[in-house]
T-cell receptor, first 112, second 112 residues
């Protein structure tokens, strides 16, 4: 499984755009990049997934450069409710026999 | 989408007592099921995963065990709890071929 590295914590003011970068230097050809969000005392929830270039949904955007050795989760105009831990995971889409491994994630604190 | 049920939500148990946490899944068939543990302020540690009835893979050696008696039921057990078993236990489900892992609400276990 490709190992990921992301910042331990980040702070941001409300209304700002937040970019969280994840490094995955040994990503495999069939690996996808997936981001999850976890609020305190809740289970993580899926945010976005991508393979290359850019993916955008109603919550976030995911930027993946051509070499795929890193990815950036972009949260537009964050609010206090975006305060959470964000996990970057790398693995094959059908990872049933090789479970996804969650690292320590990035703790985002949004300040008013 | 899937719904993951876990109970109880909170549990306080003395050292040496047994444990049984149950997880049931709705909205999918033949899912891959997972048990994670999260210590306070830490990342998710994968404990067990199952790709089918009676099939259990253990990720870490410990005094915990898991069983899958039915397709959408996953049970985490212990014969004698240790103080170090305290934590937030999360059950998760993944439909093979899908990419989104669904998590339950979690059980917060305190061993005293």
């Amino acid at each position: 499984l490709a190992k990921t590295t992301q910042p331990i914590s980040m702070d941001s003011y409300e209304g700002q755009e937040v970019n969280i970068t994840c490094s995955h230097n040994n990503i495999a050809t069939n690996d996808y990049i997936t981001w999850y969000q976890q609020f305190p005392s809740q289970g993580p929830r899926f945010i976005i997934q991508g393979y290359k270039t850019k993916v955008t949904n109603e919550v976030a955007s995911l930027f993946i450069p051509a070499d795929r050795k890193s990815s950036t989760l972009s949260l537009p105009r964050v609010s206090l409710s975006d305060t959470a831990v964000y996990y970057c995971l790398v693995g094959a889409r059908n990872s049933g026999n090789t479970p996804l491994v969650f690292g320590k994630g990035t703790r985002l604190s949004v300040i008013a | 989408s899937q719904t993951i049920h876990q109970w109880p939500a909170t549990l306080v148990q003395p050292v040496g007592s047994p444990l049984s946490l149950e997880c049931t899944v709705e909205g999918t068939s033949n899912p891959n099921l997972y048990w994670y543990r999260q210590a306070a302020g830490r990342g998710l540690q994968l404990l067990f995963y199952s790709v089918g009835i009676g099939q259990i893979s253990s990720e870490v050696p410990q005094n915990l065990s898991a069983s899958r008696p039915q397709d959408r039921q996953f049970i985490l057990s212990s014969k004698k709890l240790l103080l170090s078993d305290s934590g937030f236990y999360l059950c998760a489900s993944l439909t093979p071929g899908s990419y989104e892992q669904y998590f339950g609400p979690g059980t917060r276990l305190t061993v005293t």
